[in-house]
């Protein structure tokens, strides 16, 4: 069987073997291959949509796009698109195939086309804290990184969250909480060594800093932009420095990425506009929250999403999480390579008993 559309730019839809193909892998591979050629930069958007069309899957009243960020699905009941993982079950795979072109076909809104940096991001989330025990370099850095975290006056740097204990100050909360944004989905079944460095710090004990709630961007910004709001610059960039070490730190992890790689590049691009941002803060940290989240490259952007649109971001984080567990319990996923300390998983099974159209 051979996946419907061909590119301008040489593209097909994986070709006709002996073997049948799953095609949802096919076509995955085939839109990343699309996006990422030359005649995709130069291609009107008109002649984009028509390739991407053309890779749509069907199967009885249902239909999946591999587009924008991932799969999206639609049934002919609901009328509606959603992001949506693939069926993992092999026989509703089995039964998917190239949509037949015609009116037949349900209308695809712009936005669910790829722009080229959505599909080349790399994990929708991730599970730093799994797997097996991070380098000694890293441990190494985000202790340096607490080192400088702890080089200030704690009466400069008071916050009062009942998380911590007394007198710590608010750059080993930057810190934490770098930390454990970085990590995605900050869950540890084990002692971790980088959880371990900031337990004399937190009011909860080690034994119980298994299931962890990262911090919204705002959050982290909020340390930065505190310290700008109160006119003091050098402690803002202190603060900025600390968070921009844990992040530089996990990014060579790359369990931590892609959150590893965002906060880097914004507390990086921070570092050298320190001033620009005292005069940004008089208007509040909400605008200074507004300058971060501009910061972030448009290849890191995956974890604003989480902040901007938390369903959408778990919906499709479902690839993800589903490869992470599978790991761990030692399944094999279709359509589906790498692991939790490997490279980045396709997006191309579902959860466990998931069938084509459930969504989270």
């Known amino acids: ?51 991407i069309v053309a890779r749509m899957l069907w199967g009885a009243g249902e239909w999946w796009l591999y587009g924008a960020w991932g799969r999206w699905y639609r049934c002919g009941l609901d009328g509606s698109w959603h992001p949506c993982p693939p069926p993992s079950d092999p026989a509703s795979r089995n039964a998917a195939m190239p949509a037949p072109r015609g009116a037949g076909n349900p209308p695809v ?23 097996p025990v991070p380098d000694t370099a890293v ?65 909860t004990p080690a034994d119980r800093l298994h299931w962890m709630m990262p911090p919204d961007f705002s959050t982290l910004a909020g340390y930065y932009a505190s310290r700008l709001v109160m006119g003091d ?25 892609p959150g590893a790689d965002a906060l880097a590049a914004v507390t ?30 448009a290849e890191h952007a995956i974890p604003m999403m989480r902040d901007a649109a938390p369903g959408e971001h778990l919906r499709l984080a479902l690839y993800d999480l589903q490869q992470i567990v599978a790991d761990l319990a030692g399944d094999a996923l279709p359509g589906v390579a790498g692991g939790v300390g490997g490279p980045g998983a396709t997006q191309g099974a579902g959860p466990p008993g998931m069938t084509a159209g459930t969504s989270a």
């Open 109 to 131: 809104p712009p936005q669910l086309f790829p722009t080229g940096p959505d599909l080349a991001a790399g994990r929708m989330v991730s599970a730093g804290f799994l797997g």
């Open 1 to 51: 069987m051979q996946a419907s559309g061909t590119g301008s730019g040489g593209h097909d839809g994986g070709g006709q073997t002996g073997e049948r193909r799953d095609l949802f892998t096919a076509v995955e591979e085939n839109v990343r291959e699309l996006v990422a050629s030359a005649w995709w930069v130069s291609a009107p958007p008109q002649q984009r949509a028509e390739q």
């Open 268 to 297: 990086a691009a921070s570092l050298r506009l320190v001033p620009q941002d005292l005069a940004t803060a008089r208007y509040g940290q909400q605008a200074v929250l507004a300058e971060w989240r501009r910061r972030c490259p």
């Open 139 to 203: 441990v190494a850095r985000i202790s340096q990184a607490l080192t400088t975290a702890l080089a200030v006056d704690p009466a400069q740097f008071q916050q009062h969250d009942p998380m911590f204990q007394p007198g710590t100050p608010s750059t080993v909360a930057a810190a934490w909480g770098a930390l454990l944004w970085c990590a995605g989905a900050p869950v540890a079944l084990t002692e971790h060594p980088l959880i371990e460095s900031f337990v004399p710090f937190l009011t």
């Open 233 to 257: 610059g050098a402690g803002a960039a202190h603060v900025v420095r600390v968070m921009y070490e844990v992040a530089a730190g996990l990014a060579g992890d790359r369990r931590f990425r």
